[in-house]
């Protein structure tokens, strides 16, 4: 797809961020939770860190079949292990532990989450400037966002990603 608005790694990285944060407060302001948003802040930053070494592979590519899903998560934690092993030894522990946490935590769902949600509002922004291609991924996009059942989101996707969608004039 064409985006009429461009995104990098890093841009997307930085939205994930501040997505997972405001999951993270709404998640212990509103629902009661305990999770920690500055990590999930800082999990959001290196979630996509193995991409430095193979590029941004599609979606639909990643995920076409089972067989290049699992490939995919191969050469994933193959460029991640690259990346570690140029770290320092005496900061070779905190970063591993930023660049492949435990994929059961409360944090690490709430930052694949968040990069769920900041697909979605990619596709959102490109529809609002009239950007068709994106019409397709939205509806999936939206789908896996709705599939969550987690209320942090259902709340965000409520009260926030409406917002968007509107031009700067429209958010007064």
């Not at 841009?11 to 999770?35: D, K």
């Not at 030894?89 to 989450?113: F, T």
């Not at 989101?153 to 700067?168: C, H, I, N, R, T």
Request: glycine share 4%.
């Amino acid at each position: 797809m064409r985006n009429s608005l461009p995104e990098n790694d890093l841009e997307h990285a930085a939205m994930t961020a501040i997505l997972a944060h405001a999951l993270a407060v709404i998640r212990n302001e509103s629902f009661g939770g305990h999770v920690n948003p500055d990590r999930c802040a800082a999990l959001a930053l290196y979630h996509d860190v193995s991409e430095v070494i193979t590029g941004d592979i599609a979606t639909p590519i990643k995920y076409f079949n089972p067989g290049i899903a699992a490939a995919h998560r191969e050469i994933e934690r193959a460029s991640q292990e690259k990346l570690l092993s140029m770290v320092p030894a005496p900061l070779s522990g905190y970063y591993r532990a930023i660049i492949q946490p435990d994929p059961s935590s409360d944090e690490w769902r709430v930052v694949k989450a968040a990069d769920n949600l900041a697909a979605h509002l990619k596709c959102v922004e490109e529809l609002a400037v009239g950007n068709e291609e994106f019409r397709k991924a939205s509806a999936a996009t939206l789908k896996k966002v709705r599939a969550l059942a987690m209320p942090e989101v259902d709340l965000f996707m409520k009260e926030y990603a409406p917002s968007f969608g509107l031009a700067l004039d429209e958010l007064n």
